[in-house]
């Protein structure tokens, strides 16, 4: 019922910058938290940032003061505004939403990961 597809991903040189984006479509009553998450090779999945519905946002510390997450609740989408990257962020980068249903229940959905990578 709730499929998110992502974009924005791709090949930055080290010190560059890259906004993704990830949208939802289907039917629900709201999105609670919207959230990045991203996955090195070798390593695992790990949030970089998350905002809930009221605006309030958590980063990683390592992408403190370099990303910024946003929301546009009018067209169901988050962004990752990604500046100053390293190469240690490259990663396949997924969204994750939290879903109020119509119902009032709830569903967690993934998108199926954009990748980044950061060439130094």
């Known amino acids: 019922q709730v499929q998110l597809v992502e974009s924005g991903g791709g090949l930055v040189q080290s010190g560059g910058s890259l906004r993704l984006s990830c949208a939802a479509s289907?039917?629900?009553?709201?999105?609670?938290?919207m959230g990045w998450y991203r996955q090195a090779p070798g390593k695992e999945r790990e949030l970089v940032a998350r905002i809930f519905s009221g605006g309030e946002t958590n980063y990683a510390d390592s992408v403190k003061g370099r990303f910024t997450v946003s929301r546009d609740n009018a067209e169901n989408t988050v962004y990752l505004q990604m500046n100053s990257l390293k190469p240690e962020d490259t990663a396949v980068y997924y969204c994750?939403?939290?879903?109020?249903?119509?119902?009032?229940?709830?569903?967690?959905?993934w998108g199926k990961g954009t990748p980044v990578t950061v060439s130094s």
């Open positions: 994750n939403f939290n879903v109020v249903m119509l119902t009032t229940n709830y569903g967690m959905y």
């Open positions: 289907g039917r629900f009553a709201s999105i609670d938290a």
